[in-house]
């Protein structure tokens, strides 16, 4: 009678727990707790088709395999209520490969132990016949009690996870407190069936695959199945346009900001694609639509691709963002920046010019020499002097002397090539630096400006003034130092000065350029 009734138990836990594997299964990508729900049952009902063995088989070798056989289902069984635990703290847990390996670790070893445990018998000792109807019943060794440990462990752990979670909730959701709950049969049979020591048929997968549907319900109704629900509402509530679109580019669902958005823009819901014709909706990413319909509106567009169960493109999700008045203010911080540079680079232009003559000052002369030398490639440096700069002065004036100043700077700079540099190098001295020309050469061509200007007197206020200078030449070559190089054109500006003035000396001494006649 035992046995019947026993069998009849069996029956009932498998088809439940068979049919919940089915039902949870086929809802696993609604949430993470479903897959555990599945792992549970489905563990549970291996575990009672093994257990069910002996009340149908005296044979000790069969029963001694069908015992081996049922730790499979026992492992599901631990790691599902684990993975349950985890979902309904956390909805948005997922098992991930960390997890797995940790989960694998103890299943591995106890198999190991099963697999050998003819040799050692530490894991199942030996077999007994129990009181009802001589069935037989493992006697464990002390690995066995080892993974009991290790498995009230992991399921204690997750019993009070879940507790926890429901007092933080102060009480709202009651099926964690149900979870906790549902749990205790199953666990205090299974500690009576291990104290019983082998007397008594096991029946702990029997209070385990009763106990899934009501962990089935507390997944149901838990914190993720309200996600449609709350997702629902944030979809309506949403500031920002959200649309959703079919396979095929159709409105399949716009929220309110969304339809307000298409009326100002007079579109019409057929003809929402023309308006996302510029957006691949195909493809994942942020895009920008620039004045909308001639609206002046500007959009970011995050498209969000809907995959199918088979990783089919099901269509897109595109929620909008004006960013209308972001991009005016970015326009205005770039033309603020350019004219901030522009700015920058005029004050640092002024700062490098003369403020009477415009050409470069001394600082920035001084800057050229010394990347010239640097780069090696050959130029001739001129100084330059005024002749007779004082008597003008004082017979014209200061401000003729300025106006002369200002006309021969003016027919230096637009006697040079560009690259070439003219700076004022102070008082009524200028300096050239002449690139690519060596000395002889450059003696020659100064020597050609210095007659012009001799030939041509400057007209001031009128009155026409002689003007000539005297000039120093010298090739950079064999220089290392701007220094040693203006010294060099300095001395040779002298050597012009001592000669007579109104010529041109280059710094070797080798020739001298004196005025024709």
Known sequence: ??????????????????????????????SAGFTAIAALAGGATWWSLCTTVPLFSHDR??????????????????????????ALTNRFWRLDRRSLLLLSIEPALCTIAILTNPWHHLFIDHLRPTVIDGAWAAVFGPLFWLHTIYSYVLVLYSAVSIFRTYVRQTGRYRGYLVAVLAILPAV????????????????????FALSAPTMYWVTHRSTPSLAPVVHREVFQNMMDPVVVLGPNGNLVEANPAATALLARLGVPAADLGRLLADVPTRF?????????????LDFSVRVSLLLGPRGEYAGAILVAHDIT????????LRAQLTT??????????????????????????????SKALDRGTGFTFVLLDIDFFKQINDRHGHNAGDDVLVHLATRLAGSLRPGDVAARYGGEEFALLLHGVAGAEAAAWMDGVRAAV???????????????????????????????????????????KANGRNRVEPASGRGRLAPAG
Request: charged share 15%.
């Open 325 to 332: 008045e972001q991009l005016r203010v970015n326009e205005q």
């Open 1 to 30: 009678m035992a046995r019947v009734a026993l069998s009849a138990l069996f029956a009932v836990a498998i088809i439940i727990a068979a049919t919940l594997t089915v039902m949870a299964w086929q809802r696993r990508r609604e």
């Open 340 to 369: 901030i540079e522009a700015l920058r680079a005029s004050l640092a232009e002024q700062a490098a010019r003369d403020y009477l003559t415009g050409l470069y000052n001394r600082r920035h002369l001084m800057d050229e020499l």
């Open 454 to 496: 001799a030939a041509e007197p400057i007209d001031v206020d009128g009155v026409p003034i002689a003007v000539s200078f005297s000039a120093g030449v010298a090739d950079s070559a064999g220089h290392q130092c701007p220094i040693a190089l203006i010294a060099d054109a300095d001395q040779a500006l002298y050597s012009a």
């Open 188 to 207: 205090l049979i299974n500690v009576g069936g291990i104290l019983a020591g082998g007397h008594i048929i096991d029946v702990t997968a029997c209070g």
């Open 61 to 86: 070798t069969l029963v001694m395999v069908a015992n081996s056989l049922l730790y499979p289902g026992v492992f599901l069984v631990v790691a599902g209520w684990w993975a349950t635990a985890r």
């Open 284 to 296: 994942g990413g942020d895009h920008v639509l620039r004045d909308v319909r001639g609206s002046g």
